[in-house]
């Protein structure tokens, strides 16, 4: 080749380079705005995350909570029923008992069956064995909801996580291949925590 088509060769590469490289920066910058919207659904991905796992372990802790006192107020209400029967036994069977103690007797009995009821629903306090299951299985439901959204944002975070890596590599090889693999993935993401927050599609939980 002569010395000079080598120049034009030369000249002619430099303002092919010249005329790419404000493409290139255009296609870096938007990208650059590309994975800084990423990051911040990636944040909101791990806020969704966070709260959720918060909901859930609240949630089991009241649960099991309720359920340890709704287990004191069966035992309970179980000793008031044996002592009714006992003491209804004995005043069956003592016939030598003076009136006021068949009255006090009486008025015990009544006093214990009164507590059984009360235990076994109590509307005013809420605190009746009815009232306690109905909260309990609240309590349960929240606990479950929870679980079941903590998959979709870990999944999602994920997932946007590895599209900001590949969006941040396709800014330095200016590749809009590995920016469509980041987009790709960066829409997984994002419907994996919209689906954690709303739970459309349920997810098979860990």
């Not at 909101?44 to 949630?59: D, Q, S, V, W």
């Not at 009241?62 to 309970?76: G, M, V």
């Not at 009544?110 to 059984?116: A, C, E, L």
Request: net charge negative; glycine share 8%; aromatic share 6%.
């Amino acid at each position: 080749m002569e010395t000079h088509e080598i120049a034009e060769r030369i000249h002619e590469d430099t303002e092919e380079h010249a005329a790419a490289a404000p493409g290139h920066d255009w296609f870096r910058r938007i990208t650059a705005i590309y994975v800084g919207v990423i990051a911040m659904l990636l944040a909101i991905a791990t806020l969704g995350g966070a709260e959720a796992t918060k909901e859930m372990l609240n949630a089991n802790i009241h649960a099991s909570d309720t359920y340890a006192f709704y287990q004191a107020k069966n035992i309970r209400q179980t000793l008031y029923q044996t002592s009714t029967a006992q003491l209804e036994l004995l005043a069956a069977g003592a016939t030598a008992l003076s009136d006021g103690d068949k009255a006090k007797t009486a008025a015990l009995i009544k006093r214990y069956r009164d507590t059984v009821e009360r235990y076994e629903s109590e509307p005013a306090t809420g605190d009746g064995k009815k009232e306690l299951m109905a909260k309990a299985k609240e309590w349960e439901h929240k606990r479950d909801h929870a679980s079941a959204q903590i998959p979709n944002f870990e999944y999602g975070e994920a997932l946007l996580q590895i599209a900001i890596v590949l969006g941040s590599v396709a800014i330095v090889a200016a590749s809009p291949l590995l920016l469509g693999v980041s987009g790709l993935l960066s829409i997984g993401g994002i419907l994996l925590t919209l689906n954690g927050y709303l739970l459309l599609v349920p997810l098979a939980s860990h």
